[in-house]
């Protein structure tokens, strides 16, 4: 999956791949080894860059990314490929019935809603953990929650639903 991360006006696309038990991450046409190990219960995470080691705070919101790391406080706005093409083709906010699928394999750590929930645009509905990573997954638009298909816990494959809204 690639991603797109803007900080200030520069824009780089970042792509992860797992190769042989390692993670790599790959700017352009420099890549770099990593191993992640969260620290604890929140976004404390002990972080190896090609056997440099760093302590790095990570806040989620919606596609913002706030980095705590080398003394320094960093705000990323990150999409990858499926919402930029999401976005593209989006001319107006869907009604009705939306589903909220997983992008990727992975973990459920986090139900934050259950059926009968009012929610607002952007409002994290699951937070799914992939390649060592939590994705907080979030309402594209306000709405009611009228199915949750996920526990914390389970292990679902990509495009599993998770969450109906109406």
Known sequence: MRYHCKLGDREVVVSFERRGGALFARFGEVEHRLDLSLVGDGG????LVDGHSYDVLADTMRDQVTLQMLGERFVVQVEDDRERAAQAVAGQKAGGRREVRAAMPGIVVDVRVQVGD???EGQVLVVLEAMKMQNPLGAESAGKVSKVHCKKGDT???GALLAELE
């Open 156 to 158: 679902v494959a990509a």
């Open 44 to 47: 404390a995470f002990s972080m």
């Open 118 to 120: 009012v929610v607002e």
